[in-house]
């Protein structure tokens, strides 16, 4: 019998891939169960749709938890992160939720903000231990950084929505965080970012 989580494993990469117009029966068929028994487990598309939103976000905090070197610390973090990131699976990721608030915009308003929620604390802890660890500065505001930081992410899929802009996603989110990152980092920090701007051969964008 397969479980919640498979369903949900499955649902996941089914709406991310096709959109969130995928109907029910779809959705059953590649799980390889009925209807019914899809149906057993969420009361409709909307509820599975939530979970489904909210299950990709735990992905997302434990993949965070799995990169924590001691050796690079929260700054290696989130360097990780930033270099984890495409053009094709930032794009995926912002119209997937762009049709979500058209489609099912109750489904978005309590997503997201449960998302953000999860996504400020989470952030916010990051700063936190990067400060005991010598890599951002004591006397920055940590809950005003970490909504400005969170902002980046949020102008990238308010421009999505502008056709007429050709605008590469992943660019603008890279070297926008990079650049906040930069902000706020002690010496130690400072030449961490530099060595990795350099490595990746992006320092004459930044500086």
């Given amino acids: 019998m397969i479980?919640?989580?498979?369903?949900?494993?499955?649902?996941?990469?089914?709406?991310?891939?096709?959109?969130?117009?995928?109907?029910?029966d779809e959705i059953a068929s590649e799980c390889?169960?009925?209807?019914?028994?899809?149906?057993e487990l969420f009361k409709d598309k909307?509820?599975?749709?939530?979970?489904?939103?909210?299950?990709?976000?735990g992905i997302k905090s434990n993949m965070t938890k799995e990169l924590y070197d001691p050796e690079t610390g929260v700054?290696?973090?989130f360097l990780k992160i930033i270099d984890q990131g495409?053009?094709?699976?930032?794009?995926?990721?912002f119209r997937f939720l762009a049709e979500v608030k058209k489609y099912y915009p109750d489904v978005y308003?309590?997503?997201?903000?449960?998302?953000?929620?999860?996504?400020?604390?989470n952030i916010k802890t990051l700063v936190e231990k990067g400060q005991e660890e010598g890599f951002f500065l004591d006397g920055i505001d940590v809950p005003s950084f970490t909504i400005l930081f969170m902002?980046?992410?949020?102008?990238?899929?308010?421009?999505?929505?502008?056709?007429f802009m050709e605008v590469n996603k992943s660019f603008v989110i890279k070297r926008g965080m990079l650049l906040y990152l930069r902000g706020i980092s002690t010496a130690k920090g400072v030449e961490m970012i530099d060595?990795?701007?350099?490595?990746?051969?992006?320092?004459?964008?930044?500086?």
């Fill in 3 to 24: 479980s919640k989580q498979q369903v949900l494993e499955t649902s996941l990469t089914l709406f991310l891939d096709k959109g969130c117009k995928i109907t029910m």
């Fill in 32 to 39: 390889g169960i009925s209807k019914r028994t899809l149906y």
């Fill in 46 to 57: 909307s509820e599975l749709l939530l979970e489904s939103m909210s299950f990709h976000e």
């Fill in 75 to 77: 700054l290696g973090v």
């Fill in 86 to 93: 495409n053009e094709k699976m930032i794009t995926v990721h």
């Fill in 109 to 121: 308003r309590q997503a997201i903000e449960e998302i953000r929620q999860k996504q400020y604390l």
């Fill in 151 to 163: 902002s980046i992410a949020k102008a990238v899929e308010d421009v999505i929505n502008y056709n």
């Fill in 195 to 207: 060595h990795y701007l350099k490595e990746k051969q992006i320092i004459k964008i930044i500086k």
